[in-house]
């Protein structure tokens, strides 16, 4: 049996319409925006309303586009399960972590869309518009990259750091928008080729998200992790976890820490003949043709491509 590794993407993913089709084809996927859409009504949203008929400015909403995402990706997933497709690792880029955990019965999918619900709105709250920044530096190595965020968080006072390891020639910056624009100056010195501000709500997987953290944390405890039934690697560590209470403590640290795609991506590359990128896009299946060649990536981002996956 050939091994396959399951993706889970992240925000950014996200499009209007997305799943109405998936819904409209596969029953399994209709009970999971039906599972969803109840496990939200106390919030007054409907994610199957927003994600099929909602606008691409509704989806951009940070606590939107997470469960939207989620939820898509959990829909997919259980039309693979149905007819027979199993992964032997799972891993997700920030966002899609949940939904390998969901994936793995380490948390069910009622709970996990709530917590990303509150996730993205604590993410979304934790610093003022306007006051933090993103951007993705094409062109050098990500430890270069790394080490001139250490640079001008010294020398500044403010926060910045590297927040996504993409692919070898792509990493993410976060932090203050006054110290993004100055590392994404001195990034252009060293030779990037560009510094690309990202239209983003907030500095996600850096410091400044510390309190997003805080208010997460008891929602985390309170929450139902079970031990995994297939290994998810973790963003924070690169560590093929199965403990349900090493699945807590990676999402909680996950929050302010960077996400270790590349890593990821190289070890999973190692231990499987392929992949499938299970949801919405196919941003991750691009970021893997340029972390591991090779490595063959199949997409699901609506009913057609699945689909056609199925039928081999």
């Known amino acids: 049996m ?23 084809t596969f029953p399994e996927a209709r009970a999971v925006y039906d599972r969803a859409d ?16 909602g606008s691409e ?50 948390l069910p999918l009622e709970e996990a869309v709530v917590l990303v619900h509150r996730r993205g709105t604590f993410m979304q709250e934790a610093v003022a518009v306007g006051q933090g920044a993103m951007g993705a530096v094409i062109g050098l190595d990500g430890p270069s990259v790394a080490a001139a965020c250490e640079e001008i968080a010294a020398a500044s006072g403010e926060a910045v750091s590297a927040a996504n390891f993409n692919s070898p020639e792509q990493t993410v910056i976060a932090g203050t928008a006054g110290a993004v624009a100055k590392v994404s ?12 501000p990202l239209p983003v ?68 590359a190692r231990e499987t003949e392929g992949a499938i990128e299970v949801g919405p896009g196919t941003v991750l299946a691009g970021l893997a043709k340029r972390i591991a060649k090779e490595w063959p990536v199949r997409t699901t981002s609506d009913a057609e491509g699945l689909g056609r996956l199925l039928a081999g």
């Open 201 to 268: 709500s907030a500095p996600f997987h850096c410091a400044l998200m510390k309190p997003a953290e805080e208010q997460l944390s008891p929602f985390l405890d309170a929450a139902s992790f079970a031990d995994l039934s297939v290994p998810v690697v973790t963003n924070v560590d690169v560590l093929a976890n199965l403990s349900g209470k090493e699945a807590r403590e990676a999402l909680r640290r996950q929050v302010c820490s960077p996400v270790r795609w590349v890593e990821t991506v190289e070890r999973l």
């Open 2 to 24: 050939v091994s396959l590794a399951f993706l889970f993407p992240g925000q950014g993913s996200q499009s209007a319409g997305m799943g109405r089709d998936l819904a409209a």
């Open 57 to 106: 400015e509704e989806l951009k909403r940070t606590a939107v586009t997470q469960p939207a995402i989620l939820v898509h990706s959990v829909a997919v997933f259980e039309v693979l399960k149905a007819r027979g497709l199993a992964p032997s690792l799972l891993a997700g880029h920030s966002l899609g972590e949940w939904s390998a955990l969901v994936a793995a019965g380490c």
């Open 38 to 53: 109840a496990a939200l009504a106390p919030f007054r949203l409907s994610i199957s309303k927003v994600s099929f008929e």
């Open 185 to 196: 100056e001195l990034l252009k010195q060293r030779g990037a080729k560009r510094v690309l």
